[in-house]
C-alpha cells in the first residue's frame, strides 16, 4: 500500500472572503501615504504566465542561474534532502525547476502552495501526468500570512523556495517567514534560491528589459483590479519605474502616476497626483554571509551553499537548528 499523503486542512478557498481581503488590502494600500499594494497581487493566472515570460528574457537572469545550479549540484541535493520525502512548494512558478527536482529526488509526494487557485491547478494537472508514481496535492493559500494549514506527510517533508521569492519579503519579514517554516519544516530541510548584491546595471537591466514584458506584468495588476473589484485605472495613465537603491540593496517597483487623476473603486474615489509613485513590489538582494545570519535567528542551520560561478546567484540548503 503506498501511503498516501492527506491534503492541507483549512485551506483557503477562492471564496467571496478571500474576494473581500483582496478589495481591503488595495483600498488600505491606497488610503496608505505613501501609497502601496503588495505584491503577490501580481499573481492571478494573467500575472502568473507573464512572470514565466519574464524568466525566458535574456536580462532576467534568476531564473536561468538558479535552474542551472539546481542541474549542476541535482544528484548532490538529492542526498542532502535524503528519499521518501513531501516536497513543500512555496510559489508554484514555473514548473522547469521542480521538475528537476522530483527527477533527481523522486520525493513521495508534491505539495505546492500558491496563491493563485487556477494556475496552480494547471501546474498540478500537468505533474499529475508527467508523474503517475507522484503524490500531487495543491494547497491554495498565502504564505506570506502566518500559516493557517497543516499539510499532512506522513514522515519527513522537505521545503523549497527557488526564485529569490523571499526577496520580496522584507528582511524582518523575512525571517519571520524562515521562521514559521523553521516550525513547519521540524527536522526537515529547506532548499531556498537567493538572489546575490551585484552591480547595479545588471540589477536594473533585469526588472527593465528591452521587450517591455515587465512593465506589462506590473501593469497587469491594474487591469486585475479593473477586472475583478470594478476599478477603473486607465492603464495608459501609469507607468512601470524599477531602480535599484543601493543603500537597501533592493530593486523597488512602483506604479507611477503620469498625470493628476482620480480611479474609483468600489464607490470611493482615489486622487493620484503627477509623478506619485504606489510601491508594488520589492526585490532584496543579500549577500551570502547576509542570508545565513538571517536564517540562522530564524532558527535555520546553513547546511550548504551553491553559487554559481559568477555569484550571480545562490542555492542555500537550511536544516533543523535542533
Ligand atoms: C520571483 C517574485 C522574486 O522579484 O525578481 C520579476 C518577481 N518582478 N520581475 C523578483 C519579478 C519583476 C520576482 N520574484
Known sequence: MSPRPLAARRQLPESAADANDFADALLAGLRSDPKQVPCKYFYDADGSHLFEEICALPEYYPSRTELGLLRRHAAEIARLIGPDVGVIEFGAGSSDKIRVLL????PRAYLPVDISGPYLRSIAAQLRSDYPELAVHPIVADFTQPLSWQPFTRGKRAGFFPGSTIGNFEPEEARAFLARTAKLLKGSGLLIGVDLVKDPVTLHAAYNDRAGVTAEFTLNMLERFNRELGADFDLAAFRHRARYNPMAGRIETHLVSL?????????????????????????????????????????????????????????????DAG
Open 103 to 106: 527527477d533527481a529526488l523522486r
Open 259 to 319: 498625470r493628476e487623476q482620480e480611479v474609483r473603486i468600489d464607490g470611493q474615489r482615489f486622487p493620484f497626483a503627477v509623478d506619485e509613485p504606489t510601491l508594488v513590489e520589492y526585490s532584496c538582494k543579500y549577500s551570502v554571509p547576509e542570508f545565513v545570519r538571517l536564517a540562522v535567528r530564524a532558527g535555520w542551520r546553513s547546511a550548504r551553499i551553491w553559487t554559481d560561478a559568477e555569484r550571480r546567484f545562490s542555492i542555500h540548503f537550511l536544516t
